[in-house]
């Protein structure tokens, strides 16, 4: 059974930083993987789509990796504005299925 | 229309009641899906439509849910003798479909369920 971590739980910067957000799963037989963005009350935007035949997607000052082999991928934001706070969720999308699996989230606030 | 649309936006009901949740996917969006979300938790898959059918229900918790699509379009999901355990957010998304080159999904913005 597909199993998707997300590490930290929740994280708080100052403006300005670049950080790197966590995704690990436990069966590398995936399609693809999607992170996603949750404001409070709201659904999800989804924000970068890496199949699993890419390293890494980008868009904007988001830059997502994927390291199939090892179960892992990242999330980068460069340059972190007060308007990035928001729950970041990794999804993954197994083989053969058309659901998505999801992490429990890393609660991220960027403080001006 | 321009986005996935849930409606409604909240619902609170007491114990035992019946509740219906709806789903207008995208225009042309042929995959619909149910996710359920916990407070603290991530969505939990529920079912996916390709056209009217149900494809994969391997998610319903239990008997109480059901969930249709008749016409291929809007969804509902209803469920039977609510229970509090049932109090989450109900996330509905939609896609083209598999096999179409674009994997992404669109989610809505929510029903927010309370059973009290």
């Known amino acids: 059974k597909q199993e998707v971590t997300q590490i930290p739980a929740a994280l708080s910067v100052p403006e300005g930083e670049n950080l790197v957000l966590n995704c690990s799963f436990t069966?590398?037989?995936?399609?693809?993987l999607q992170w996603f963005r949750q404001d409070p009350g709201k659904g999800l935007t989804s924000l970068l789509l890496?199949?699993?035949?890419?390293r890494e997607q980008t868009s904007g000052r988001l830059n997502a990796s994927l390291d199939k082999s090892s179960g892992r991928s990242t999330l980068y934001i460069a340059a972190s504005q007060p308007g990035d706070s928001a729950t970041y969720l990794c999804?993954?999308?197994?083989?053969?299925?058309?659901?998505?699996?999801f992490g429990k989230g890393t609660k991220l606030t960027v403080n001006p | 229309g321009a986005g996935v649309s849930q409606t409604p936006s909240n619902k609170v009901t007491e114990k035992g009641k019946y509740v219906e949740l709806r789903c207008d996917p995208i225009?042309?969006?042929?995959?619909l899906y149910w996710y359920r979300q916990s407070l603290g938790q991530g969505p939990e898959f529920l079912i996916y439509?390709?056209?009217?059918?149900?494809?994969?229900d391997s998610g319903l918790p239990n008997d109480r849910f059901f969930a249709v699509r008749p016409e291929g379009s809007v969804s509902t999901l209803k469920i039977q003798r609510t229970e509090r355990g049932d109090s989450a957010v109900y996330l509905c998304?939609?896609?083209?479909?598999?096999?179409?080159?674009?994997?992404?999904?669109?989610f809505g913005s929510g029903t927010r369920l309370t059973v009290v």
């Open positions: 439509f390709q056209g009217t059918g149900a494809a994969d």
């Open positions: 999804a993954v999308r197994q083989g053969g299925s058309e659901k998505l699996v």
């Open positions: 998304a939609s896609s083209l479909g598999p096999g179409t080159g674009v994997e992404g999904y669109t």
């Open positions: 890496i199949q699993s035949s890419q």
């Open positions: 225009s042309g969006h042929t995959a």
């Open positions: 069966d590398s037989a995936i399609y693809n």
